[in-house]
C-alpha cells in the first residue's frame, strides 16, 4: 500500500472513533426501559403462582379439616411466605394486604380459596397503569387469585357409603 492509502485510512479510523459511544448513549436508556417492562410482570407472575399453589393447598385442606378456619388460613398464610414482603412482591408496609377468603368445607360439596394482595408498581409502569385505570386508590396493582374444587373426588360422590365413613367401616368388616 502506499504512503496516501495508510494516511486517508488513518484519518477515517480518526473521525468514527466516538461512534460506538454516542449509540450507545442512545441505545442505553431504550434498552433499561424495556429491562424494567419485562421485570414488573415477572414479579406479579411469581406472585400469582405462589398464591395460585396456596390457594389449590387451601381447598384440599379445607375439603379435609374439621372446618376451624383460623387453622386453614394461617396455613395459607404461612405458604405465602414465599413471596418477600418488599413493596414490589407485596405490599406489607403498615398492614399486611393479604385478603384470604375460605368457602365451605368438608361437609360441602365444593371447597374454594380467594387471595388477592396489592403490588406497589414500578415507577414508569405505575404511571402508565394509573393513566389506564389499573390501579386502586392507593396507586397499588391488585393481583388475585380463585380456586374452587369439589371437597370430595367423584368416585366416593357416586358411591352409596361413598359419604358415610360409617358405611366404609361397615363394607370392610
Sequence with gaps: MTCAVMRGLRRLARCERGQ??????????????????????????????V??????????????????????EDFIRRRLGAVPEQDLFHVHGGACTWRIGLEGGEAS?????SISTEVKPLPLIGAGAAFL?????RGNLVVSVHVEQPAQPA?????????DPAGWIGAWQ
Design 20 to 49: 460506538a459511544t454516542v449509540e450507545a448513549a442512545f441505545a442505553l436508556p431504550v434498552v433499561m426501559v424495556l429491562v424494567l417492562l419485562l421485570v414488573q410482570p415477572g414479579i406479579i407472575l411469581y406472585d400469582r403462582i
Design 109 to 113: 360439596e365444593r371447597v374454594g380459596v
Design 133 to 137: 385505570g389499573m390501579t386502586n386508590e
Design 51 to 72: 398464591m395460585q399453589g396456596a390457594a389449590a393447598e387451601g381447598c384440599r385442606l379445607l375439603a379435609t379439616s374439621a372446618g376451624d378456619a383460623r387453622v386453614d
Design 155 to 163: 368416585w366416593v360422590a357416586g358411591d352409596a357409603s361413598g359419604l
